[in-house]
Antibody
Framework: QVQLQESGPGLVKPSETLSLTCIVS??????????WSWIRQSPGKGLEWIGN???????NYNPSLKSRVTISVDTSKNQLSLKMSSVTAADTAVYSC???????????????????WGQGTTVTVSS | ETTLTQSPAFMSATPGDKVNISCKAS??????MNWYQQKPGAATIFIIQ???TLVPGIPPRFSGSGYGTDFTLTINNIESEDAAYYFC?????????FGQGTKLEIK
C-alpha cells in the first residue's frame, strides 16, 4: 500500500525559499501510470493545487504559482520535492503531496486526480 | 480556470440521516469530478471518482451523482465516524481546482 510522507522546515522567513520533500513508500515514483502532485491548504484560501510531475520530469503547474515553484522527482530516492521562492505570509499553509492518476494514450496524457495523499506538513512563513 | 462552488459550508446531522453536498462547476467538466474526506491529523481519503464511482473500500452509504456542471455527494444512513471535512476536485483541466469544502458535524 502506497504511503506518502512530507517533511521539511516548519518555519520559513519571508523572502526565503520553502523546500519540502515527499518520500514515497510501498510504491515507486517511477511508475508510468502516475504523476505526483503538491497541494496546499490554508484557512484563508482553502485548497490550492500547486502542480504535478511524473518520473520523467514532465510537469504541470498552477499558473498562479508557476513563477515561484519548482517540483522535481528523484527516482533513486523514490521521492519528490517542492521549492517555492520568495515566500510571504500568504504562503503559510499545510502542504501535502499526493499520487495523481494519469494515463498516456496516443500521445496524450489524461489526468484523473489524486488518489493517495500524505498527511501534510505545516509551513509557517514568519520572521 | 474552472471554479467549483461547494455548498453548504457547514452542516449538522444526526446518525441515520441522509445528507447531500453540492458542487457546481463554472463550466462543463463532463464527469471529471472526485470527492474526498478529510479528518484532522489524518491523510485525506479518496471516496468518489469520476463523479459516480465509489472508490474500492469505501462504505456503500457514500454515493456520487451528476455530470457536466452539477454534482452531488450523498451520504445515506450517516454514522458518527462520518464527521469530517468533505471537498470536491475537478480534474478536467489545469489547474486542478477544489470546492471550498463542507464541514459535517454529527450530533
Amino acid at each position: 500500500q502506497v504511503q506518502l510522507q512530507e517533511s521539511g522546515p516548519g518555519l520559513v522567513k519571508p523572502s526565503e525559499t520553502l523546500s519540502l520533500t515527499c518520500i514515497v513508500s510501498g510504491g515507486s515514483v517511477s511508475s508510468g501510470t502516475y504523476y505526483w502532485s503538491w497541494i496546499r491548504q490554508s484557512p484563508g484560501k482553502g485548497l490550492e493545487w500547486i502542480g504535478n510531475i511524473n518520473y520523467s520530469g514532465s510537469s504541470n503547474y498552477n499558473p498562479s504559482l508557476k513563477s515561484r515553484v519548482t517540483i522535481s522527482v528523484d527516482t533513486s530516492k523514490n521521492q519528490l520535492s517542492l521549492k517555492m521562492s520568495s515566500v510571504t505570509a500568504a504562503d503559510t499553509a499545510v502542504y501535502s503531496c499526493a499520487r495523481d492518476r494519469a494515463i498516456y494514450s496516443y500521445g496524450v496524457w489524461y489526468y484523473y486526480g489524486m488518489d493517495v495523499w500524505g498527511q501534510g506538513t505545516t509551513v509557517t512563513v514568519s520572521s | 480556470e474552472t471554479t467549483l462552488t461547494q455548498s453548504p459550508a457547514f452542516m449538522s446531522a444526526t446518525p441515520g440521516d441522509k445528507v447531500n453536498i453540492s458542487c457546481k462547476a463554472s463550466q462543463d467538466i463532463d464527469d471529471d469530478m472526485n470527492w474526498y474526506q478529510q479528518k484532522p491529523g489524518a491523510a485525506t481519503i479518496f471516496i468518489i471518482q469520476e463523479a459516480t464511482t465509489l472508490v474500492p473500500g469505501i462504505p456503500p452509504r457514500f454515493s456520487g451523482s451528476g455530470y457536466g456542471t452539477d454534482f452531488t455527494l450523498t451520504i445515506n444512513n450517516i454514522e458518527s465516524e462520518d464527521a469530517a471535512y468533505y471537498f470536491c476536485l475537478q480534474h478536467d483541466n489545469f489547474p486542478y481546482t477544489f470546492g471550498q469544502g463542507t464541514k459535517l458535524e454529527i450530533k
